[in-house]
């Protein structure tokens, strides 16, 4: 059973457009939701991430976008560029020192 | 402040050998949890574990895999007798109490052969 589930599994994005990733999930006890940021050969990286009591948070370039009714998230990456090109992951946990579960990645490529 | 340490990065082992990865977590950190990412696929929870104690092992297999994290030194994964379908990055990340964030470190690339 698929907890988190993300698409596209793969977006290619024009330089300067924007770049949508979506994630909807099942368990409403969920109450934490990160993204992550993940380039070939290393470890993912934390980028953002959002509580279920806002609708909104935007840090830069990079927005997450939270649906409570719908159970749905989903990450805007604004003015996208080629260093933006890695693999993302949404993800949730249910509470403070919980395990973290992935959706399947999105493999972003920026077009020069 | 350097960030969550992996040893070794690569490692190869023939089928039936045991492997041990490490983890350093961040300073002032005192969870660990352990993922194991698969190629073209997201991380899947394997353990996580506090100081001298398993907290939760539900994403890790009941044979050939241990964990522990002791009172000093870094957290250990244990595969024993490791076979092919054990070939993935293992990634370990850290927080510090009573927080959701969770760091990565870079991750140990095995590979059976």
């Known amino acids: 059973q698929q907890q988190v589930k993300q698409s596209p599994q793969s977006l290619i994005v024009q330089k300067g457009g924007i770049s949508i990733i979506n994630c909807a999930y099942e368990n409403t006890a969920f109450d934490y939701f990160p993204w992550y940021q993940q380039f070939p050969g290393k470890g993912p990286a934390l980028l953002i991430a959002i509580r279920p009591d806002v609708s909104e948070k935007k840090e830069g370039r990079f927005t997450i976008s939270f649906n409570k009714s719908a159970k749905q998230f989903s990450l805007h990456i604004m003015d996208s560029q080629p260093g933006d090109s890695a693999t993302y992951f949404c993800?949730?946990?249910?509470?403070?020192?919980?395990?973290?579960?992935f959706g399947k990645g999105t493999r972003l490529h920026i077009l020069p | 402040n350097a960030g969550v340490m992996q040893n070794p990065r690569h490692l190869v082992r023939r089928r039936g050998q045991e492997a041990r990865l490490r983890c350093s977590p961040m300073?002032?950190?005192?969870?660990v949890y352990w993922y194991r990412q698969l190629p073209e696929e997201g991380l899947k929870f394997m353990v996580y574990l506090q100081k001298e104690n398993i907290i939760d092992e539900s994403g890790m297999p009941k044979e050939r895999f241990s964990a522990e994290f002791p009172k000093e030194g870094p957290s250990i994964l244990r595969i024993q007798q490791v076979v092919r379908g054990d070939s993935a990055a293992y990634f370990c990340?850290?927080?510090?109490?009573?927080?959701?964030?969770?760091?990565f470190g870079p991750g140990t690339r095995l590979t059976v052969t």
């Open positions: 300073k002032g950190h005192s969870h």
């Open positions: 990340a850290s927080s510090p109490p009573n927080r959701e964030e969770q760091y």
């Open positions: 993800a949730a946990s249910r509470n403070r020192d919980d395990k973290i579960i």
